[in-house]
């Protein structure tokens, strides 16, 4: 083989496991974990109860999005699953109630990476309030 046509070769390979290196998303065989705990307070603030919270809406975001990419309910004991990440950046967040806040909500938010295949990343409890 010419070195040109070496060259050539070398370098269209280079470039075609390059593009395949895949971005945070789903694809992939990590996973992130979790669960959602809520803190329920009586009407002159009192901490009356905390438990894990079944069917919590919880959401991810991929890499720098800023829209949600996915979202699941929690199961009966607050726990979710995203499955089948790719490595890369993620945020999971859930809504909790507000009383100083003027939508009424805020969010509450943890982000991790995800930095090898076969991965499973648990995220800290999720805080929510229950006015």
Not at 30 to 38: E, H, L
Not at 105 to 128: A, P
């Amino acid at each position: 083989m010419h070195t040109s046509l070496k060259i050539l070769f070398i370098t269209i390979l280079a470039l075609s496991i390059i593009g395949c290196r895949k971005e945070a998303g789903e694809g992939g065989n990590s996973s992130i974990t979790g669960k959602v705990k809520t803190m329920e307070y009586s009407n002159s603030g009192w901490l009356v109860g905390e438990y894990y919270t079944p069917e919590a809406r919880v959401y991810i975001m991929y890499g720098n999005n800023t829209i949600y990419d996915d979202d699941m309910r929690t199961h009966f004991d607050g726990s979710y699953q995203f499955d089948f990440l790719y490595p890369g950046s993620y945020t999971v967040y859930a809504y909790s109630q507000c009383d100083t806040c003027t939508s009424g909500t805020e969010v509450v938010m943890e982000t991790v990476e995800i930095t090898d295949k076969n991965q499973v990343v648990e995220v800290s409890d999720l805080i929510v309030n229950d006015l």
